[in-house]
């Protein structure tokens, strides 16, 4: 008679996905976050910064599967998108903090490390001009091998011009790996990588959830710069652009009313020693009204 084969599954790894499971359904964020290349001492400091925000865990595959299959029916396509995403070396977060300031928490957690050989320049590897610490000897053909120029001041080493010595997208070499070291210069920065993540709530899946906080503070800071030119000349009245408005419409019916009546522009006296060049009071511009101006070319693509 035969018997039918069974898959014996521990008690262990069935509290596991009980808890996973718990995790899911209750919470609010789900997020999957690359740990590549983390030592065991640095993933358990992040761990402890994260702990009052969220629950790390660091499951196998297959358990994390089962967990995710238990979900709610009504969003399965986005689960499903979710666990596409999962692949080596990766941790599961669950918070009830959105998941945009979740991906911005692991960022501010990230920490400088020192380059290894074979790794992948981020950046062009700048070394600076300068005096180091470094003594004079052996290190002074090692600063050679990498093309920096090097003099004694003061009993110790000085860069004489500063050098890109590893350019952006090179693998490091590892002369380079060693002089930075010996240079305490980090170009790398250790931590969790955000990768995707899944809100509970809204029941909606983010493939990209990899912020970068600089990059978006810069664009900030370029469509403020265009705001008011943009709204003055779509003609948006408030009190931040009334002024220029009006500054505008005077200068404009000054240049009306010479042409109307054959008024010669007003020019502007020879520049002398004593006498500096000016603009006609009637044409000077303020600041604002030159942002304005500036603007146009902005506004006229909507």
């Not at 945009?100 to 950046?123: C, T, V, Y």
């Amino acid at each position: 008679m035969a018997t039918k084969n069974t898959t014996h599954v521990s008690e262990g790894k069935k509290k596991t996905v009980k808890e996973l499971s718990d995790l899911i359904k209750n919470k609010k964020t789900i997020l999957i976050a690359s740990i590549k290349n983390i030592p065991a001492s640095q993933f358990q400091e992040i761990g402890k910064k994260l702990r009052k925000t969220a629950v790390v865990k660091v499951p196998k595959k297959n358990l994390i599967f089962r967990a995710l299959d238990s979900a709610d029916s009504s969003s399965k396509e986005e689960i499903e998108k979710l666990k596409a995403k999962i692949g080596d070396s990766f941790a599961i977060l669950f918070s009830d903090s959105d998941a945009f300031e979740l991906a911005g928490e692991l960022l501010k957690n990230r920490s400088p490390s020192k380059a290894k050989p074979g790794q992948i320049a981020p950046e062009d590897i700048e070394i600076q001009a300068g005096p180091t610490d470094l003594l004079p000897g052996p290190a002074i053909s090692e600063l050679g091998s990498v093309g920096l120029q090097v003099q004694i001041e003061g009993g110790k080493i000085s860069i004489k011009e500063s050098k890109v010595i590893v350019k952006k997208g090179d693998a490091i070499k590892p002369n380079a790996a060693d002089i930075m070291s010996k240079l305490d210069i980090k170009p790398f920065s250790i931590g969790f990588i955000p990768l995707c993540a899944y809100d509970n709530e809204t029941k909606a899946f983010y493939a990209e959830i990899n912020i970068d906080p600089e990059g978006t503070l810069n664009d900030l800071k370029y469509a403020f710069g265009k705001a008011l030119p943009f709204a003055v000349n779509i003609g948006y009245i408030s009190e931040d652009t009334i002024k220029v408005m009006i500054g505008k419409a005077e200068r404009h019916a000054n240049k009306i009313n010479r042409i109307m009546t054959g008024e010669p522009e007003p020019e502007a006296p020879a520049a002398t020693e004593e006498t500096p060049t000016e603009t006609p009071k009637e044409e000077t511009k303020s600041k604002e009204e030159e942002q304005a101006d500036a603007g146009a070319g902005l506004a006229s693509l909507f």
